[in-house]
């Protein structure tokens, strides 16, 4: 469940767990495929762990992009993945935010 309102920075942060999660049966493949590349190109790779970045867009709306090194036949399915799993966190959080007594509000 989310924590701080559901604020950015919690959605942020269960975006990179569950970028964690859904990428981890390729984790090795992965590594592999980065030092290939960085051996063979000779350019610096960026890690194979996700990497979440939270900021500000110029009209003062928050962004959070979580990138991560997978293969590019995942992408689609585990970007679905993590967004559903990010929906459905929020909503849950919402709906128990909405309760009265001591789950809920207040």
Do not use: C, W
């Not at 970028?19 to 960085?38: G, H, K, P």
């Not at 995942?74 to 007594?101: D, F, K, T």
């Amino acid at each position: 469940m989310l924590t701080e309102k559901d604020g950015p920075i919690a959605v942020a942060n269960m975006m990179e767990s569950a970028m964690t999660r859904q990428i981890a049966d390729n984790r090795e493949v992965a590594r592999r495929y980065n030092a290939l590349i960085r051996r063979e190109a000779g350019v610096t790779m960026p890690s194979t762990d996700p990497q979440t970045r939270l900021f500000t867009t110029s009209e003062g709306k928050a962004r959070v992009t979580v990138t991560a090194f997978m293969p590019t036949t995942e992408a689609g399915r585990i970007e679905r993945s993590v967004m559903r799993e990010v929906m459905a966190a929020l909503h849950e959080s919402r709906q128990a935010a909405a309760l009265p007594g001591p789950q809920g509000k207040d």
